[in-house]
């Protein structure tokens, strides 16, 4: 099983700063690698796929980059609505496919 | 747009098996390159993927829950369903279930609003 750690688990941050995320997997995922956000009493939304290819509607400021097993999640200029809980997946070994614990991005 | 349903007890006892649906709409479940998944999700934890089952029937289930688990496909009524034996206070959890494109690329692209199952006498 391929185990998936983020860091740091809280980032405390204001809004309009950058937030940089990581991901990083135990083995090679190669570039199947994924990004979702969750905000409380919802599902998890797909952000990013294959490392760095937003998913449908998400916003230009959230960029993912990395290949193999180091990864990051970058949000430009945090909004309001970003503060939430964000988590990586890996889908390339399975089963099973495994997440990130998770970071949280919270307001400073 | 694809959405997903997740219906069944709120409420299982310990030992019983636990048993969700998911209802698929705006989509059909024979569609081929998708795999439709559950994940769980402990309360203040990270997610789980439990398992999936594709168009064709195949199913795929996380080794750590494999001899519990079954998932099963009805495509006369566009659902899929999760049964979960033996449980006990550790499968308390808010389950989901969600379309898994990932043979195409794309992973968990669709989600429901997931459904809290509490296990307790």
């Known amino acids: 099983e391929i185990v998936m750690t983020q860091s740091p688990a809280t980032l405390s941050m204001s809004p309009g700063e950058s937030a940089t995320l990581s991901c990083r997997a135990s083995?090679?995922?190669?570039?199947?690698l994924a990004w979702y956000q969750q905000k409380p009493g919802q599902a998890p939304r797909l952000l990013i796929y294959?490392?760095?290819t937003r998913a449908t509607g998400i916003p230009a400021r959230f960029s993912g980059s990395g290949s193999g097993t180091e990864f990051t999640l970058t949000i430009s200029s945090l909004q309001s609505e970003d503060f939430a809980v964000y988590y990586c997946?890996?889908?390339?070994?399975?089963?099973?496919?495994?997440f990130g614990q998770g970071t949280k991005v919270e307001i400073k | 747009q694809v959405q997903l349903q997740e219906s069944g007890p709120g409420l299982v006892k310990p030992s019983q098996t636990l048993s969700l649906t998911c209802t698929v709409s705006g989509g059909s479940i024979r569609s081929g390159g998708y795999y439709w998944s559950w994940i769980r999700q402990h309360p203040g934890k990270g997610l789980e993927w439990i398992g999936h089952?594709?168009?064709?029937?195949?199913?795929y289930y996380n080794p750590s829950l494999k001899s519990r688990i079954t998932i099963s496909v009805d495509t006369s009524k566009n659902q899929f369903s999760l049964n979960l034996s033996s449980v006990t206070a550790a499968d308390t959890a808010v389950y989901y279930c969600?379309?898994?494109?990932?043979?195409?690329?794309?992973?968990?692209?669709?989600w429901g609003r997931g459904t809290l199952v509490t296990v307790s006498s």
């Open positions: 089952i594709y168009s064709s029937g195949n199913t």
């Open positions: 294959g490392a760095s």
């Open positions: 997946q890996q889908y390339n070994n399975w089963p099973p496919w495994t």
């Open positions: 083995q090679s995922v190669s570039s199947n």
């Open positions: 969600a379309r898994d494109s990932s043979e195409i690329g794309i992973p968990f692209d669709n």
